[in-house]
């Protein structure tokens, strides 16, 4: 474990580089920008490459001896305790058509184990943030999760979902399907825009499935930080380099794990 | 028909009346909320109560003939040749959550004619404005919407869609599913935000059923002017107040007409 007098510093210096990227993202975004489609298929622009980079060299220069994993440009350092994770954008597929719901996130790994989380949303103006044992944060506000109250339960809170292709992908579509019969407020908030509406309770939880690791590289921290349950499912086989995820108030967590498993599609 | 301008006129102080909506929103917000259910169920805030209230003051005043119809106070001077429509808060499942994609509608009919509209999302720092003739407008800036290109077509844009529960209300669940099948990339972007991305070009159309006349008091105007199309279908026996439409880039409308008739769900 780190001593928590590093970890806050870490999450002040890993604040003070997403909020950097905010400006990257508004200036691209006033100078227009061109986007081609990766291999995958997934679309990427000129901002994701401009924030990845900018983000690598504030970790190399901040913290040398540290490790960088990101979306666009893999891997470097590997080996070391310390391993930051980057998703320059989140949400691309917003980004390229002017949805305001995208955003950046970066994470940082202590021999494996996650230990803060940054997201901007810079549309909206917010940054979440938080460390294991430090809180969560929205815009420096401690966030406080308050569990689905028995006022109108869990069929009264919104549940947030990824968009279909992503339960395709991981073979799960009657998954998602289902949810929509489940439940009747089930809305697409897909990317970290989903994410920090679980984590201010805005939504009472968010399924969210074919995740990379780094689109899911802050949100286990923040929300277990804010009181909430993050369900990380098990894998099929040849996908466990995929996150499955389960995550938001505990009361609306366990609900949804209980009716998904009652219907059998968990 | 309205001489132009008298239109450029009214829609100046429209557009003046519902900035000004945007202080009651933010101030409310600030202090807290109480809401409760209406006798549908469905839910309404002190916001969507003072914002109406202050609405309706700002048409008596401005224009002593003028005919108002609100969403929580019923109509007004019914018969005169301008009739004016309101809807406080659309979206107030989100506000109700601090989902920030809720926004506050104006329109204007003239003998029955929609002439004018106006929407604020407050969150979002945009107001989308129109009137027949003179065109439509995001915080001031001339909106045309470009079609569908080549690039991509259809499948490439992304589709809005209201609540599941609204097609349920209207007796159309199987069009909300099959249109998940239909196109890879649908979004459950409700209410007016949902309409403001097809004014911007952001989604290439919005499928949205069950609305009320004040839901849908501004989006024909703005999207006509904007070169769109809005299609309203033809409503079953006993739903005639209700709209069910189809709005946005005109390709991508003719898309979703052919694909939803050839799958027989239209």
Redesign the interface.
Known sequence: MLPQDDLQDLLAQAVEIVEATTQIVAEKLHAGFTYRFKEDKSPVTEIDTAVETFVRAEVERRFPGHGVLGEEFGASQPGGDYQWIVDPVDGT??LR????LYGTILGLAYRGEPMLGVIALP??NQIASGARGVGAFINGRKVELADVNTLGGVPD??IAVG???QFIAAGRVDLF?RL?ELH???????DVFGHV?AL????GAMVDFDLKAWDAAATRVLIEEAGGRYERLPSAPGREDRHDVIFGKPGAVAWLLEELGRVGVL
């Open positions: 597929i917003s058509h002017g949805i305001p549309m909206l809170q919104v968009d279909r292709r399907d929509f009747p407020v089930v809305r697409t908030y897909t509406l201010q309770g805005s939504v």
